[in-house]
Each structure stands twice: as C-alpha cells, then as structure tokens.
C-alpha cells in the first residue's frame, strides 16, 4: 500500500496521492483544483478529479455530484487593489442536501484531519448548494 496519512478521530487515511497533487498545485501550479473524495469500504480520502491550469471554478462547480459529499481545493489567482497579483487556495466542503446523511457525517467528521494534511489553505467554504460556493463568495473571501 503507498504511504498514507491516519486521520485519527474517524480512522480514515489520506492517501500520498492526495497530499502530492496537493503540493503540485501549490507550488507548481500544474493543478487549478482538486476533487477528493472518501470511499467508504476502503477508508480512504481519495483523489476523485484533477482540473488542469486551463481549466476554470465553474468546471470545479460542475464537477461536484448533486447527491453524493466531496471536499475541494481550489487555487484562485486575483489583483489586489493595489494592483498586486495573488493566488489563495480554497477548501471546499461540498455537502448537497440530497446526499445521505451517514455521507454528511463522515465527511464533516473527516474534514479537519484532511485539512491538516493539506498545508497552506488559505480559507475555508462550506456548501449544501452551489449559490453557497459561487465565484461571488470566493472573491469576497480573498479580499
């Protein structure tokens, strides 16, 4: 088995894979977001998509299942208004009303030891729906 990282409140485990893509969006830039997701009988956070540099938030958006809970990153580049350029990155806790609630729980439960893997998130969005996620919510964060 490649090497993992324990989330030890919900015995969950962060695969390498998770943690490199990670790091290869923050520091190289080859990812503009990242999709994980956990899979249940495994107990483990998996990368579910990888969006390239081309690619833009609302492909991150369409990309989530209206049913089914996902955690995202996102490394959104803006202009300040003093004209400085910026990049933060976004967790994203995707939770749809129509998912099941164990999935709900697990994810809510599961969210921080992600996040502890994941250095260098900047802010935090959590959505039941996208008006909750959209562009205009990102860049009032990023401010």
Known sequence: ???AFK???TGMWVTEECKNSFMEMKWKKVHKYIV????EGSKLVTVDKVGG???SYDDLAASLPTDDCRYAVFDFDFVTV???RKSKIFFI???PTASRIRAK???ATSKDGLRRVLDGI???VQATDPDEMGMDVIKDRAK
């Open 36 to 39: 994980f997701k956990i899979d």
């Open 1 to 3: 088995m490649a090497m």
């Open 82 to 84: 003093d004209n400085c």
């Open 122 to 124: 900047s802010y935090e």
């Open 7 to 9: 989330m030890a409140t």
């Open 93 to 95: 806790a995707w939770a």
């Open 105 to 107: 729980m697990l994810y």
């Open 53 to 55: 540099p081309g690619e």
